[in-house]
């Protein structure tokens, strides 16, 4: 049952799929849960899905492409909680699959400043409070993908920036370590979440064609952080890879 000395996470893109997940399953194990996202109605969703845990919650809404917002959602949550010891740098998004040559520059800058300018202000902003707060120290994780490893065809910004993130990672986790600030990350393979809808249709492989790919329930995922989240800060995950089974990544499809 969470208390006032239960530990305190902040989960970004909380209104819907892995991050409302994790969410919840933060909240079910003990923790007290800032959820931000853009957008109210989501949000408002996954409170109403916290059903008698929503009082352990603290809802944000936030634009992680924002500098102040970001300092915004941080000063929040010190002031409501006091303390910050979990962030999930969850929020992402893609842009449409279309051939390299015809990814529009909009397209391109709103996925690198979500996936990874999002990340980067988040983690300053987790820094400022994990490196004074007592005691000293928390845990960021960040949500990689399949991609950080292998890309899909027409997916240049989102693999971009998923690779990029595994950089984000091991600097988090070389600069955190004067803090006690570990950071590890979690890539994921083809979780079933709203964002992934569309393969249950099939998608397109890598010699163009276009077949269904195995799915994975994404509480399992969920569970997957909070064991990441749970362990104590002299030992870390650094990277961890869940994934469908059966899901054409390890192998030639």
Same mark, same amino acid.
């Given at each position: 049952?969470?208390?006032? /000395?239960?530990?305190?996470?902040?989960?970004?893109?909380?209104?819907?799929?892995?991050?409302?997940? /994790?969410?919840?399953?933060?909240?079910? @194990?003990?923790?007290?849960?800032?959820?931000?996202?853009?957008?109210?109605?989501?949000?408002?969703?996954?409170?109403?899905?916290?059903?008698?845990?929503?009082?352990? &919650?603290?809802?944000?809404?936030?634009?992680?492409?924002?500098?102040? &917002?970001?300092?915004?959602?941080?000063?929040?949550?010190?002031?409501?909680?006091?303390?910050?010891?979990?962030?999930?740098?969850?929020?992402?998004?893609?842009?449409?699959?279309?051939?390299?040559?015809?990814?529009? =520059?909009?397209?391109?800058?709103?996925?690198?400043?979500?996936?990874?300018?999002? %990340?980067?202000?988040?983690?300053?902003?987790?820094?400022?409070?994990?490196?004074?707060?007592?005691?000293?120290?928390?845990?960021?994780?960040?949500?990689?993908?399949?991609?950080?490893?292998?890309?899909?065809?027409?997916?240049?910004?989102?693999?971009?920036?998923?690779?990029?993130? /595994?950089?984000?990672?091991?600097?988090?986790?070389?600069?955190?370590?004067?803090?006690?600030?570990?950071?590890?990350?979690?890539?994921?393979?083809? @979780?079933?979440?709203?964002?992934?809808?569309?393969?249950?249709?099939?998608?397109?492989? %890598?010699?163009?064609?276009?077949?269904?790919?195995?799915?994975?329930?994404?509480?399992?995922?969920?569970?997957?952080?909070?064991?990441?989240?749970?362990?104590?800060?002299?030992?870390?995950?650094? =990277?961890?890879?869940?994934?469908?089974?059966?899901?054409?990544?390890?192998?030639?499809?």
């Amino acid at each position: 049952m969470t208390t006032t /000395t239960s530990p305190v996470a902040l989960v970004t893109g909380a209104g819907s799929g892995i991050g409302r997940a /994790t969410a919840l399953a933060l909240l079910r @194990a003990g923790y007290r849960v800032v959820l931000a996202g853009r957008r109210a109605e989501p949000l408002e969703a996954t409170v109403a899905a916290a059903a008698h845990l929503a009082e352990h &919650s603290l809802m944000v809404m936030t634009d992680v492409r924002q500098p102040a &917002s970001v300092t915004a959602l941080f000063d929040r949550t010190l002031e409501h909680f006091g303390r910050l010891d979990l962030l999930f740098n969850n929020a992402g998004t893609g842009a449409p699959p279309v051939p390299l040559e015809d990814i529009s =520059f909009e397209h391109w800058q709103a996925t690198v400043e979500t996936n990874l300018t999002g %990340a980067f202000l988040c983690t300053q902003q987790a820094f400022k409070i994990m490196k004074s707060q007592q005691p000293m120290g928390g845990r960021i994780i960040n949500n990689g993908s399949i991609s950080a490893h292998a890309p899909r065809p027409n997916s240049a910004p989102y693999t971009a920036t998923k690779h990029a993130m /595994t950089g984000l990672t091991k600097s988090t986790s070389l600069d955190g370590r004067r803090y006690n600030i570990a950071c590890g990350q979690i890539d994921i393979g083809n @979780a079933a979440t709203e964002m992934t809808e569309r393969m249950k249709h099939g998608v397109q492989q %890598a010699n163009g064609d276009i077949a269904q790919e195995a799915m994975m329930d994404v509480e399992h995922v969920a569970q997957a952080v909070v064991q990441m989240a749970n362990l104590p800060l002299e030992s870390n995950i650094q =990277f961890m890879t869940i994934m469908a089974t059966k899901m054409p990544f390890v192998g030639r499809g």
